[in-house]
């Protein structure tokens, strides 16, 4: 398969004034250090489905998201995408394969079109090591990541399919946020890309959708999703701390 990339540019954001800098590591740089970054960066707009970066690239840097939402994915032995996590406004991604000098092994796509600074590497590592409050920052955010990978491995391994599907739900709500009517999921993924979360096939999904909505549990219109009983979704999915 052909992997899209990004062809466009736009007028880099103001680090200075981004609201994205206040919820990350970068929060703990001084101002010198944020004018650096703002010189040095470089900002993208990815269309939906473009790679932001692919299994087996090296990196160049950590991507800050200023705006829009990104999927991390794996292809599958058998040849399927399997969806990690997403990231969205103001989060980071790419810390650990950059710090374990190691290729990637997963990608990630954009979801919907996504503005994205890249810190170059060499930038990101000067201020860890003139920063330790960074640097422990940069820690937390990879000890948070590691226990949801491995909480996400668990629960593919033991649910069954109904918490799972559940589950996928909230994670889509949790990643996408709902519309003002507080029903609708704010998200563009297609079924395909909710079976890549689940971890099955998307007939598996659309049948165990169908049963959700005839208990009255959520309501559809074409890839529009809503969740009419939070409650019990939340009870169906199993969801343990």
Do not use: W
Not at 45 to 58: H, I, P
Not at 93 to 109: F, I, M, P, R
């Amino acid at each position: 398969m052909r992997r899209r990339v990004c062809m466009h540019t736009f007028k880099q954001p103001e680090c200075n004034s981004c609201g994205s800098r206040v919820s990350t590591c970068l929060i703990e740089l001084s101002t010198n250090q944020v004018e650096e970054i703002a010189q040095q960066k470089h900002s993208q707009l990815f269309t939906r489905n473009s790679y932001v970066f692919a299994e087996g690239q090296y990196p160049r840097g950590i991507y800050c998201i200023h705006k829009g939402h990104v999927k991390i994915s794996k292809m599958g032995a058998d040849g399927r995408e399997h969806i990690i996590s997403f990231a969205g406004t103001g989060n980071i991604v790419g810390y650990g394969t950059l710090l374990a000098a190691e290729k990637y092994n997963v990608s990630c796509v954009a979801v919907q079109d996504s503005s994205i600074c890249l810190i170059p590497s060499e930038i990101f590592f000067r201020n860890v090591r003139e920063n330790p409050a960074m640097a422990l920052h940069v820690m937390h955010d990879i000890s948070l990541e590691l226990r949801a990978t491995n909480q996400r491995i668990v629960e593919l391994t033991h649910k069954p399919i109904r918490e799972r599907v559940a589950e996928a739900l909230l994670i889509i709500k949790e990643a996408f946020g709902l519309d003002a009517d507080g029903m609708t999921l704010r998200s563009p993924l297609t079924r395909e890309e909710i079976a890549s979360i689940v971890g099955t096939a998307p007939e598996s999904v659309i049948r165990t959708l169908s049963e959700f909505k005839s208990e009255n549990l959520i309501a559809t219109n074409g890839r529009t999703i809503q969740l009419v009983n939070m409650r019990a979704l939340v009870h169906i999915a199993n969801i343990r701390d």
